[in-house]
């Protein structure tokens, strides 16, 4: 099959879905990476691995080798500039409206003849508007379109979420995944992206008041609901590899 894993940030793909997309490389399945921007509002690392101005570019490359970590097939950036946080920590889309970004993901569906889709949740996890952008994006895109394509959104909402700040509240899960399998080359990928290494940890280190390492907030399972199409493929292949968890809601 043909995946598409469609976020707005580079390190969205490895910490919201990574475990679910390296297992479907692993089962022999082509993931293609479409990011909206390269994180050039972001975090340089802390001590700084680079300049602001050097941040796209270094996170460019981080998303690549994450990229090969999980076994993706191809990784295209949509070449939108990531707006830098404000100074009350806001945070920003990547455009004022989607018709652009609806045009671009049209076009890599058809050219690629994608079959799944998986993007970000109807809460943009934790509200984030570049987030919400991508979800809207790909909600349109089905408004419009009558393909046979099945949408998965990532991080939904259930009780035992090892994530509970990034699950989307109104995305009830159709299905858990245990990515443990997998769990080296998603800690690989997460790894990829250096700059990113204080942020990742920094709730654990503030919670605990420790040093936290970054395997210790790589989760183990990753959930999903199906968003649009009407076949729920991806919890047919899962559980007749007895990857799928039960839900407890
Ligand atoms: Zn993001």
């Excluded at 949509?78 to 945070?91: H, K, M, R, T």
Aim: charge should be negative; proline fraction near 4%.
């Amino acid at each position: 099959m043909e995946i598409l894993a469609f976020f707005a940030h580079p390190d969205d793909e490895t910490i919201l879905a990574g475990g679910t997309l390296a297992l479907m490389s692993e089962l022999g399945h082509n993931v293609h990476y479409l990011i909206a921007t390269r994180g050039e509002g972001g975090e340089c690392g802390d001590p700084p691995l680079c300049t602001r101005p050097e941040l796209g570019k270094v996170r460019e490359k981080e998303t690549s080798a994450a990229v090969n970590a999980l076994g993706g097939k191809s990784l295209t950036f949509l070449n939108y500039i990531d707006p830098v946080v404000g100074p009350q920590n806001e945070l920003f889309s990547f455009v004022p409206e989607i018709s652009p970004v609806l045009a671009s993901l049209s076009q890599t569906i058809h050219q690629r003849n994608i079959e799944i889709l998986i993007s970000h949740g109807s809460n943009g996890e934790y509200g984030h508007p570049a987030h919400l952008t991508v979800y809207s994006t790909v909600k349109e895109f089905f408004r419009l379109n009558s393909l046979n394509l099945i949408w998965y959104t990532s991080q939904a909402y259930y009780s035992a979420s090892q994530k509970p700040h990034l699950a989307n509240k109104e995305d009830k899960a159709d299905w858990v995944l245990d990515v443990s399998s997998v769990f080296e080359r998603k800690l690989k990928a997460a790894q990829s992206h250096a700059t990113q290494h204080a942020l990742f940890v920094r709730r654990k280190k503030d919670e605990l008041k420790r040093e936290v390492k970054l395997e210790e907030v790589i989760a183990s399972e990753e959930s999903f609901r199906l968003a649009g199409g009407s076949q729920d493929i991806l919890r047919e292949v899962f559980s007749n590899k007895g990857y799928l968890k039960s839900i407890i809601n």
